[in-house]
Structure formats: C-alpha cells, structure tokens
C-alpha cells in the first residue's frame, strides 16, 4: 500500500454546474500527490457519459446570479433551461475555466479513479457502453474499501 | 529573475488549470531545473504557495507585474 494521501469523492449531481467540484479537487489532488477516486451514483452518473449533456437551471436555486431579475415562473417557460445552460457555458469559457470533458480528460490522465455505482446503472437502465472507458463498477462496498484508508472523503 | 529553465503561460486560464499545467510541466522536467509561470489568475498567488508547500517544489520567488502574476518555482 502506497503511503500517498489518499481523496475520496462521492458524486450525486448531474448539473452542469455541481459537475465542477468532484473534477476539480480530484484532478488538484492528483497534482498535488494524492491517490484520488471518484464514487458516481445516481445523477452523478451523468458525469461518466460520453457526451455529457449537462444542463444548470436557476429553478430551487435563488442562489443563481441572474443578468436581469426574473419572477420564478418566468424561469420555468421553455427553454430557458437551455438558455441558462448556453450562457453558463458562454460565461466559463470567456474567463477561462475548463469544460467539463476538458477536466474529466485531466482526472483521467492524472489516474484518478472513477467508479460508477452498479446498482444506479441499472436502476436508470444506463448501459456500460454510454460511459467512458476506464470506469470500473461496484457498490457500497467497494466505496468504502478505499474511502477507509482515504484522509478526505468529500460526499458531492 | 530571467533565470530559468522552461516558461509556462498560464494566462486566461483559471483554477485549477495553472496548477495542473504546472505540475505537468514540472513531471517533465529534471530536478533542480527552474520553471516560469505566467498567470492572470488572482487565486494562483495562494495556490501556488500551497502547491509548492505541499509538492516539496520551492517556490523561489513571486510578483506582480501589469495585470500578470510571475512565479520561479524549482523543481524538487
């Protein structure tokens, strides 16, 4: 066993935005020396597809910061969804932050290691062939057999 | 401060992508060689001095200059 500090995440959002943080501190932690992996369960599986199609929306989310004040309702019409979602992206590229792929790609290359939980696969009907290569499956079990000897362990 | 071994531009780019590209710049380095970093991150002050601290990487020295943040950081 190597003597490296150790991160383990669980991921469970599959929004555009909380697909952020479990890339961005595993692929940090990689550079910085740890042994990384990532638990995707349930909408955090989102995240391992090939295409990732992720969306954000303001909707429950008084949080979002907003070009023009808009009553809730308004927010709901369609396609505002993919207009939030176009202008978040439109937003990250011009101050320079990485896409998602981009990361992912990086998390990859830095041997972060992502599991995809079995027992949400097949609830969602989700098949190994949409994810990306180099995800291994498992459950309950197999999170904590690295999480047990991790020294951060972040649920996402 | 023109001393050094390789230069990376990390301009435009933000967290974590100039720690990542330095890391990455650094693996293909020898020990001892010193990199240049540019910045435009603000955040990249701090996180450099918490790479270097937690990479065994020293960091030579930083500064600030027009907008941009200059790193020396020898490779461990």
Same mark, same amino acid.
């Given at each position: 066993m190597s003597d490296d500090k150790k991160l383990a995440i669980i991921a469970t959002k599959g929004t555009l935005d909380w697909a952020y943080p479990p890339f961005i501190l595993a692929s940090t932690a990689a550079a910085l020396g740890y042994e990384s992996q990532i638990f995707f369960t349930f909408y955090g599986l989102q995240l391992l597809k090939k295409k990732p199609d992720l969306k954000v929306t303001s909707l429950g989310n008084p949080g979002m910061?907003?070009?023009?004040?808009?009553?809730?309702?308004? %927010?709901?019409?369609?396609?505002?969804?993919?207009?939030?979602?176009?202008?978040?992206? %439109?937003?990250?590229?011009?101050?320079?932050?990485?896409?998602?792929?981009?990361?992912?790609?990086?998390?990859?290359?830095?041997?972060?290691?992502?599991?995809?939980?079995?027992?949400?696969?097949?609830?969602?009907?989700?098949?190994?062939?949409?994810?990306?290569?180099?995800?291994?499956?498992?459950?309950?079990?197999?999170?904590?057999?690295?999480?047990?000897?991790?020294?951060i362990c972040l649920f996402i | 401060m023109a001393e050094f071994d390789q230069e990376l531009d990390a301009s435009g780019l933000n967290c974590p992508l100039p720690i990542l590209r330095a890391k990455k710049t650094l693996a293909s380095m020898s020990s001892g060689q010193v990199l240049h970093i540019i910045a435009t991150d603000p955040g990249s002050v701090k996180d450099f001095e918490a790479f270097a601290k937690q990479t065994g990487n020293e960091l030579l020295d930083h500064k600030e200059e027009g907008g941009k943040f200059l790193f020396r950081m020898r490779k461990a």
């Open positions: 910061p907003m070009p023009v004040p808009m009553p809730v309702l308004a %927010q709901a019409l369609p396609g505002m969804q993919g207009m939030m979602t176009a202008m978040m992206k %439109q937003k990250m590229k011009s101050k320079g932050v990485a896409s998602i792929e981009d990361l992912r790609s990086l998390c990859l290359e830095a041997e972060v290691k992502m599991v995809a939980c079995q027992m949400t696969v097949d609830l969602f009907d989700m098949s190994r062939e949409d994810f990306i290569d180099g995800v291994s499956y498992g459950g309950a079990a197999t999170f904590f057999e690295f999480a047990g000897e991790s020294d | -």
